[in-house]
């Protein structure tokens, strides 16, 4: 069950994997429209400033008088004033019939001259309708964007939980960290160190920005500021420009504004930005909206509205406003960073443009921690389903009892070294078993008599989120329940960090505690310290008599992926006779049902619930592109793993290597090769069949600075092989989802996506058997794409052979026209476990077996939360003793 932190580590990866992308659009625009009047009017010399003469600046009634003069007749809705000498005066002509605004020009302020338009003014109002809707209709960008303004704040204020520092109150540990770290903790510490640096401005933005987006929010938050309905407004703004279309235009002549602008000048002396709007009917006064050198900012705006003849019939001064009206009018400021001048607007630019940088360095960690906890999950795969290297004869000092290697791993480091440690001990000729921390207890951790622990530490001496339960049960232990044990401790941290391997010198100072006795020092190691582990080897070597040779790279291939000095006999050739695409047209990734054949005389034989590991190949365009770019003959004949192969096809069936110089020769190339390691798939047919069905989710590997390829051994199978060619595939006991030997108890089969292979191997062993008390709880994405599951299961319940199926589409689980007769609108296979709680109940009572076959991520740690909520965990582990919760997720 995920813990409160990680559920929010989830939704911050989520976020940013998914509204990223978006955000750095809104982000780069937001910055370009930052400085959009300093980069037009550099663009534009002498449009929106003016060489400074003499001469005073024209007032409105000149102005006027000059535009009239030129022969301009259309009719002036608002003239606008600068009192900074130079700036040109703005001229907004009255909106004809079917435009929402005239056209404005600007005019030179010493002369009256209309001046040339800018240029480059439409790409701004380009850039600002991509900031604010997306280029979508304004209502429909508006939610669209806001929502986007939502995502961010999360990611703030996720991010903040999740770098919450060991030492809150140390400024050092919130606003720097060591720019001399490399690799992951240099990412994770600009990421973090980054977004604590524009924290607040990314609030501000995202606060401000939802206001506007959302009338849901900005309605409310009018309200309680005081400030009067936008709708009515804009209804009384509407009507006024309507009346004035269908009054008869009035002539304005330029002495009949004197007497007004005399009179602004009176009350408004110290005025710096003014802008006049003139009446369209006879009952209309002038109105001027400005503000003086005391503004806080472009936004504290006074109203003054005078008659033709200079009368004051409204003077409304922004700093009399109530304390509501004045914090809405510094929204907009707030959003753009003009309310602190131009070092906010410097300010709110930069943060703009550093979002790219949050989309990068995310983007980094996820694939780095993604990539270490495939090749651990792949490593510990191997080992454990006796892939990997395996324990020779034990004799003299290393025969005794099993030595279990326990990891505690918070990004797949820690596990990654367990493994290759349990590899070595198993060609030392030791037992050796692997265990994570996550499923330790002290019933399960009393029974060792020799652990080997590899620890890492997350931040300041926290444990990875894994062990903190372990960590909780050990410091609640009393006594000295261990004092049978003898360990060894191999701490994983990073000196940049104060307490650097925190977690594993306490975990190794709580095990003497409770009376375990240390085998050697506890040995600290930062990152890939080489000399670390080489003394780890050593202690090893000392105490159990494991080979210390420094690990070659072929030690590290064997020890991060299935061993490729397994024996190639266990490989038997089978031909690929068939690819279909099940789901043409879903949302999800693509699903083939790929069936191999064998020859009768192999007689191939495995149980329900068995894997088959397959060996893949590089796509052929990708292997003549590396030797292009060697300018290396793929024909070339080279001898590779003790026989005779072309260097095409060695290369094939091998990592590409990265070359740091040069090769001399197609052997050398050949000599530094490593076989691929084989992939493994869970077996959706019976050996009656006479063929292996597999289900095959065709999966994109990142690349970066790349387009995104297929997965290695899916994109072989789905696409890359020819129909007919030879597949090396073995098969492998999966005990640990295989069925209850000679047991007839009812079975319940849940799982997703291509976890529907395992699955079906079971349901067609137990229709097989004549066992039809069994049922289904499958989740996909769309009934109308995903339905390959419930296209074949519902010939088996029409014949009586499955007793009860469930459905969860979730991507229809709103639409209950697309459920199944009786079917509640389950979103995923847990929501559809949940509300079959008494059925659920009643079936275990009847000595139900459950089977789980899926993803892990979701679809099986839902179903197990959702177990736990209705069995409790007693009930739960009840199950799991009894071998009743059988699962294969991945």
């Known amino acids: 069950m995920w813990s409160f932190k990680n559920i929010w580590f989830q939704i911050h990866w989520l976020i940013g994997i998914t509204a990223g992308t978006v955000l750095i659009v809104i982000g780069l625009t937001g910055a370009t429209y930052s400085f959009q009047d300093e980069v037009l009017d550099w663009a534009n010399p002498g449009t929106a400033s003016v060489p400074v003469q003499q001469s005073p600046a024209l007032n409105p009634p000149q102005l006027l008088a000059a535009v009239r003069a030129s022969g301009e007749q259309r009719r002036i809705d608002r003239i606008t004033l600068y009192a900074e000498p130079g700036r040109s005066a703005q001229l907004a002509f009255a909106p004809e019939k079917g435009e929402r605004r005239g056209q404005s020009v600007y005019l030179n302020s010493y002369t009256g001259a209309q001046l040339p338009a800018q240029s480059g003014r439409e790409f701004f109002e380009w850039n600002e309708r991509l900031h604010r809707w997306l280029l979508l209709p304004r209502d429909d960008g508006k939610p669209i964007t806001g929502s986007l303004s939502l995502c961010l704040l999360l990611l703030s204020l996720s991010g903040l939980y999740l770098r919450w520092p060991a030492k809150p109150l140390s400024w050092r540990s919130w606003l720097t960290f060591n720019v001399r770290r490399k690799g992951r903790p240099f990412l994770w510490g600009l990421h973090s160190v980054a977004g604590t640096w524009v924290l607040v401005v990314y609030v501000m933005l995202t606060l401000t920005g939802m206001y506007w987006a959302f009338d849901a929010v900005r309605a409310p938050v009018d309200r309680w500021m005081g400030a009067p309905s936008r709708a009515a407004a804009r209804a009384e703004q509407s009507a006024a420009q309507e009346a004035a279309r269908k009054a008869p235009p009035l002539n304005i002549e330029p002495a009949t504004l004197e007497p007004a602008w005399q009179g602004f000048t009176q009350l408004a002396s110290q005025w710096q930005f003014a802008q006049m709007r003139l009446p369209q009917r006879a009952d209309q006064p002038v109105q001027f909206s400005w503000w003086g050198a005391d503004a806080p900012h472009d936004r504290a705006r006074n109203q003054l509205s005078l008659s033709l003849d200079g009368s004051v019939q409204r003077d409304d001064r922004f700093a009399d406003l109530p304390a509501g009206r004045r914090a809405l009018a510094a929204i907009y400021p707030l959003h753009t960073g003009t309310y602190f001048g131009m070092t906010g607007r410097i300010i709110v630019t930069v943060a703009a443009l550093m979002m790219p940088l949050f989309a990068i360095t995310g983007w980094l960690l996820y694939l780095e921690r993604r990539r270490k906890s495939r090749a651990a999950a792949k490593a510990q795969r191997?080992?454990?389903?006796?892939?990997?290297?395996?324990?020779?004869?034990?004799?003299?000092?290393?025969?005794?009892?099993?030595?279990?290697?326990?990891?505690?791993?918070?990004?797949?480091?820690?596990?990654?070294?367990?493994?290759?440690?349990v590899a070595r001990l198993r060609s030392a000729g030791l037992a050796a078993q692997l265990l994570p921390a996550a499923n330790l207890d002290m019933a399960q951790l009393q029974p060792q008599r020799q652990l080997l622990w590899v620890a890492s530490t997350f931040g300041e001496g926290q444990p990875p989120d894994s062990a903190r339960r372990l960590a909780r049960l050990l410091q609640q232990a009393e006594g000295t329940p261990l004092a049978h044990q003898r360990f060894g401790m191999l701490a994983l941290g990073d000196r940049q960090y104060s307490q650097f391997c925190g977690f594993g010198l306490a975990l190794a100072a709580q095990l003497e505690r409770l009376g375990a006795q240390p085998v050697f020092a506890p040995i600290t190691m930062d990152a890939e310290d080489d000399s670390a582990w080489q003394a780890w080897l050593q202690a090893l070597a000392a105490h159990w008599g494991v080979n210390a040779a420094p690990a070659t790279?072929?030690?590290?291939?064997?020890?991060?992926?299935?061993?490729?000095?397994?024996?190639?006999?266990?490989?038997?050739?089978?031909?690929?006779?068939?690819?279909?695409?099940?789901?043409?047209?879903?949302?999800?990734?693509?699903?083939?049902?790929?069936?191999?054949?064998?020859?009768?005389?192999?007689?191939?034989?495995?149980?329900?619930?068995?894997?088959?590991?397959?060996?893949?190949?590089?796509?052929?365009?990708?292997?003549?592109?590396?030797?292009?770019?060697?300018?290396?003959?793929?024909?070339?004949?080279?001898?590779?793993?003790?026989?005779?192969?072309?260097?095409?096809?060695?290369?094939?069936?091998?990592?590409?290597p990265t070359l740091s110089a040069p090769a001399t020769s197609a052997q050398a190339v050949a000599d530094q090769l490593h076989p691929l390691a084989p992939r493994s798939y869970s077996l959706a047919s019976l050996p009656a069949d006479g063929r292996i069905r597999l289900y095959v989710r065709q999966t994109l590997r990142e690349q970066p600075g790349a387009a995104p390829q297929l997965g290695l051994a899916s994109g072989w199978l789905t696409s890359h092989a020819a129909l007919g060619s030879s597949i090396a595939l073995r098969l492998v006991d999966n005990p640990g989802f295989a069925p209850l030997v000679g047991d007839a108890r009812p079975a319940i089969f849940m799982g997703n996506g291509s976890?529907?292979?395992?699955?079906?191997?079971?349901?067609?062993?137990?229709?097989?058997?004549?066992?039809?008390?069994?049922?289904?709880?499958?989740?996909?994405?769309?009934?109308?794409?995903?339905?390959?599951?419930?296209?074949?299961?519902?010939?088996?319940?029409?014949?009586?052979?499955?007793?009860?199926?469930?459905?969860?589409y979730s991507r229809d689980a709103r639409d209950a026209s697309h459920q199944a007769p009786g079917q509640g609108p389950h979103r995923y296979v847990q929501d559809a476990l949940r509300a079959s709680a008494e059925p659920l109940q009643a079936w275990l009572a009847r000595g139900a077996v459950i089977y789980v076959c899926g993803s892990y991520d979701g679809m099986a740690t839902g179903v197990d939360q959702a177990l736990t909520e209705l069995l409790g965990e007693e009930g739960l582990n009840a199950l799991i003793d009894e071998g009743r919760y059988r699962r294969d997720v991945y």
């Not at 191997?382 to 034990?394: I, K, N, R, V």
Request: hydrophobic share 40%; glycine share 10%.
């Open 382 to 421: 191997a080992l454990l389903e006796g892939d990997g290297p395996q324990p020779s004869p034990a004799t003299g000092a290393n025969t005794g009892a099993s030595i279990a290697v326990v990891y505690a791993s918070q990004a797949g480091h820690a596990q990654q070294l367990a493994v290759r440690t």
């Open 755 to 808: 976890g529907y292979a395992g699955l079906r191997g079971h349901l067609r062993h137990r229709i097989a058997q004549g066992q039809f008390d069994n049922w289904l709880i499958f989740g996909e994405r769309r009934r109308a794409h995903d339905s390959y599951a419930e296209d074949e299961v519902c010939v088996w319940q029409a014949h009586g052979q499955i007793e009860r199926a469930d459905y969860a």
């Open 553 to 656: 790279a072929a030690d590290n291939a064997a020890a991060s992926v299935a061993d490729s000095d397994a024996p190639d006999a266990l490989f038997l050739p089978a031909q690929l006779i068939s690819r279909h695409h099940l789901n043409p047209g879903s949302s999800g990734q693509p699903l083939y049902q790929v069936e191999l054949g064998f020859a009768p005389e192999q007689a191939l034989q495995w149980q329900a619930g068995g894997l088959v590991e397959v060996k893949a190949a590089h796509a052929p365009a990708q292997v003549d592109a590396w030797l292009q770019a060697q300018q290396l003959d793929g024909n070339a004949a080279v001898q590779w793993r003790g026989s005779a192969s072309s260097l095409r096809d060695a290369l094939s069936a091998s990592e590409l």
